[in-house]
């Protein structure tokens, strides 16, 4: 006898069609209806919702479809955030100096709308203030920006879940563990630039090496017949000048490809070596750290200015598992998901405070 599929689900014209896509838009595309666990009782289940003032609680439901307890689904959850932290150095960095821009219900928009801004003329001066000075005004110009999901699937057997629940395990956390670290992954190289982004609704994801209005320089090798560490510091002086001339004063964030690690933390002086040259280059005013990037492209390195105006990560969605039943209930599949997307961003006229240094 062959087995009955299940039937699609999908949304169409604001509706939902099929079990998944029903719960989705009946809770105005919360994710967490996705993510329901079996009380203590083994019998009644939950999903987990915030109150008014932000506060967890627990949400009685019905016929969800639940097979997980609330250990598993904790479990899950660490095993996530051990796996996804160490990838997102980039990322991480936006988020903790305050560089995010957090779309409430992401899951349940496309895109992201935002305004460029020219400047206006200067101030005029005079000994009276009767002279009437330039009246003009900005003008501003319509920027969109794709809210992709970035996602990795993964499925226990059915029979898997109860072996572990009945055995009093926990579920194996591995592929919660792998999926988390490839949504990571790709979350950071679209932030760097070495995960090509999409293209949607007028706009495109660009990363820090790949905007088509960041400066460029050219850097000395540094197995270049007379580089020394002094050749490099150089060097970024005069990328933070570009910078500068771009009217962006910093402060900055200074990153390097692994390849340059060796160079980095030998010692700047032979004849001192109290000072490494990453150190060194950490002493430059307005550079507030020097840090390695895994997924940046080889021969690079990138002066960036960490302010709103130049680069922020969107937060549809954080890195989050869902869960659903297919092959009539015997398949318990999982979907860790997020949408974070970096916005690069220009003034009206095109500057920005991205210096990408290089050399061939």
Request: proline share 5%; charged share 20%.
């Amino acid at each position: 006898m062959s087995a009955i599929a299940a039937p699609p689900s999908y949304i169409l014209n604001g509706a939902g069609f099929g079990d998944v896509a029903s719960r989705l838009m009946s809770s105005g595309m919360d994710p967490r209806v996705l993510r329901p666990w079996i009380g203590k009782d083994g019998r009644s289940q939950y999903i987990t919702q915030n109150d008014e003032h932000g506060k967890p609680y627990s949400q009685p439901v019905m016929n969800t479809g639940a097979l997980l307890r609330k250990d598993d689904w904790l479990a899950l959850d660490q095993a996530i955030v051990k796996a996804a932290t160490p990838r997102l150095k980039l990322v991480a960095d936006l988020r903790s100096a305050g560089l995010q821009y957090n779309i409430p219900n992401g899951l349940g928009k496309t895109v992201l709308d935002t305004e460029k801004v020219s400047d206006i003329n200067d101030a005029d001066m005079s000994m009276d203030g009767l002279r009437e000075s330039l009246g003009d005004r900005p003008v501003f110009d319509l920027a969109s920006l794709p809210l992709p999901i970035i996602h990795k699937d993964y499925h226990f057997s059915a029979r898997q879940v109860m072996c572990s629940r009945n055995g009093g395990s926990p579920l194996d956390t591995t592929m919660a563990e792998l999926a988390a670290r490839k949504v990571a992954e790709y979350a950071e190289k679209l932030a760097i630039g070495s995960q090509t982004g999409i293209t949607f609704g007028n706009g495109t994801i660009y990363g820090i090496t790949n905007m088509s209005g960041r400066m460029t320089k050219t850097v000395t090798s540094p197995t270049a017949t007379g580089w020394t560490p002094a050749t490099l510091v150089n060097e970024v002086l005069e990328m933070r000048y570009q910078a500068q001339a771009a009217y962006h004063y910093g402060p900055y964030m200074l990153y390097f490809s692994l390849d340059w690690d060796v160079y980095l933390d030998d010692d700047y002086s032979a004849a001192k070596g109290d000072l490494t040259l990453r150190e060194r280059l950490a002493m430059i005013e307005g550079i507030q750290g020097v840090r390695t990037l895994d997924y940046l492209p080889v021969k690079t390195c990138v002066l960036l200015q960490m302010t709103s105006d130049v680069i922020r990560e969107v937060i549809g969605m954080d890195i989050t598992t869902v869960q659903w039943e297919s092959k009539g209930g015997m398949q318990l599949n999982f979907k860790v998901m997020a949408i974070m997307v970096p916005q690069l961003r220009s003034d009206y006229n095109s500057r920005t405070g991205i210096v990408h240094g290089s050399y061939t």
